[in-house]
């Protein structure tokens, strides 16, 4: 089910018993995140739009995406569906989880016409990435929550907070978690 605030999400959920335990379970957020749902049983998203409805209840039917754009259709924030995966080999093993809080380089980069942004997290806590032009302008917010210890991929598209293709340039991406800070730069070329 998913509650909603005026500033968050929180999806909570419990795994029906006839899933079979050799099966990885994974739901993905409408910005790539991916959360392993037998670590978990629920999870927060902040999102920066004011919601005209105060509480909403919406279920999660087994491995069926779940549309929750019903949630924000009155909100400025484009969140069209969170898509729940039941399979095998879904879950990437590791080596182990992070020792320390990490921002690796974009790749590819120079990029057109996406990117991808990787990052470890030795704890779990509220996270923000965001990217910015050289003149230090918000461009688009890509996380805004809690995500839990690990290793994260997240795809940016060249997409602004408006929707709107940004140019070619110089772009700068800086992830803040549990009062830590890193930022690197990437390229755009049109």
Aim: net charge positive; charged share 25%; glycine share 6%.
């Amino acid at each position: 089910m998913a509650n909603s605030s005026e500033n968050s999400v929180t999806i909570k959920w419990s795994l029906p018993e006839n899933i079979d335990p050799e099966l990885d379970v994974l739901m993905t957020t409408p910005a790539g995140v991916s959360i392993n749902m037998r670590d978990k049983s629920e999870c927060r998203f902040n999102i920066q739009a004011r919601l005209k409805k105060s509480t909403n209840t919406i279920p999660i039917i087994n491995n069926d995406p779940t549309d929750f754009s019903r949630l924000y259709k009155n909100a400025d924030i484009d969140i069209k569906k969170f898509t729940v995966t039941i399979g095998e080999n879904l879950i990437e093993d590791t080596p182990g989880l992070p020792e320390t809080f990490y921002l690796k380089q974009n790749y590819p980069n120079p990029f057109n016409p996406e990117t991808n942004i990787e990052f470890g997290l030795p704890e779990a806590g509220q996270v923000t990435l965001k990217i910015y032009n050289t003149l230090g302008q918000e461009v688009r917010t890509l996380v805004n929550s809690d995500l839990p210890t690990g290793m994260h991929k997240i795809k940016w598209d060249g997409i602004n907070n408006s929707g709107i293709r940004v140019a070619s340039g110089v772009y700068v991406y800086r992830i803040t978690a549990n009062n830590k800070t890193r930022i690197k730069k990437m390229l755009l070329i049109r």
